[in-house]
Structure formats: structure tokens, C-alpha cells
């Protein structure tokens, strides 16, 4: 299991988005900081809350040179629908294998029905600069927390 650290480098990420993009989270440095946001599930109503606020709010991250990346364990026509039927611009990656979920060691807790949420922050040289394992479904930070966060670096 791959071990998270802050301040350590982040654990590469290359997939395809759920249009079928090639993403690669290394294409990012040097360039954008790079908000990893991983849910728990389009089925949970905090999940789909979080995504909206995220969208609202997308803007302050683009203007803090910050590229917001959600993955989840929903398959491709799931983050399609959601997507759409909200307008979201970020990167929406389906993990259906948990592969990428798994690396960022996401919680898994069966007496609170899967996975916990998890955000992690990606300075522009690839180093972990914020760490959140959520403790509960509705345990997210709100996005000016981040944001603060982001203004440091």
C-alpha cells in the first residue's frame, strides 16, 4: 500500500476521465496545483451536494490556478449524468476497480455503509500539500478552507 505523506510527492495517476481523456496528474505540474477530491458515491446525497458546491464554486479555484479532479467508485455513465445534469467542468474519473481510490488508502468502513470521503491537495510540483480522510459521509471541508489553503502556496 502506498504510503500518503504531506509534503511528500503524490502517488501518479494515469487513467482516462470518464469522456475517455487521457488524464495524467504529473501533466499538471509546473502548470496548475491540483485538487484530488475522492467521494464516496453518486447514490450518497452528500456526494452529489459536494459536487454542486464544488461546481459553484470552481471558478475561485481556476483563478487560484487549481485544477479540481473528482474520482469516485461510480462507472462512466454515472459521472456522465451527474455531470451533465449540473454543468460541471472539472475532471470526473469513474474508479470502479478502486484502483486509484485504493491508492490514496480511501477509507473503507462497512459499519458506515463504504467508502469515507478523502481530498487531497497537489502543489505545482507534485507534492502533497493537504491531506483530508474524512471520518463520516457528511466529514468534507468547505471549499473556502481550501482555498485558504491554496493562497499559501
Excluded at 449540473?86 to 470502479?96: L, R
Excluded at 510540483?125 to 468534507?140: A, C, V
Aim: charged residues 35%; proline residues 3%; hydrophobic residues 35%.
Amino acid at each position: 500500500m502506498t504510503k500518503i505523506e504531506l509534503g511528500k510527492k503524490a502517488p501518479e495517476i494515469e487513467t482516462k476521465d470518464y469522456r475517455g481523456n487521457d488524464f495524467k496528474l504529473s501533466d499538471f505540474e509546473n502548470k496548475k496545483n491540483v485538487l484530488l477530491v475522492f467521494n464516496r458515491g453518486f447514490i450518497w446525497l452528500y456526494c452529489r451536494k459536494h459536487m454542486v458546491q464544488l461546481h459553484q464554486d470552481y471558478h475561485k479555484f481556476v483563478g487560484a490556478d487549481t485544477e479540481v479532479v473528482v474520482i469516485g467508485p461510480d462507472d462512466e455513465d454515472s459521472f456522465k449524468s451527474q455531470w451533465e445534469k449540473s454543468g460541471i467542468e472539472f475532471y470526473g474519473i469513474a474508479d470502479t476497480e478502486h484502483k486509484i481510490l485504493d491508492k490514496y488508502n480511501q477509507e473503507v468502513n462497512i459499519i458506515k455503509l463504504g467508502r469515507m470521503p478523502a481530498q487531497f491537495l497537489v502543489d505545482k510540483d507534485g507534492i502533497l500539500r493537504y491531506i483530508h480522510y474524512g471520518k463520516s459521509f457528511k466529514d468534507i471541508p468547505e471549499n473556502d478552507e481550501i482555498l485558504r489553503i491554496i493562497e499559501t502556496l
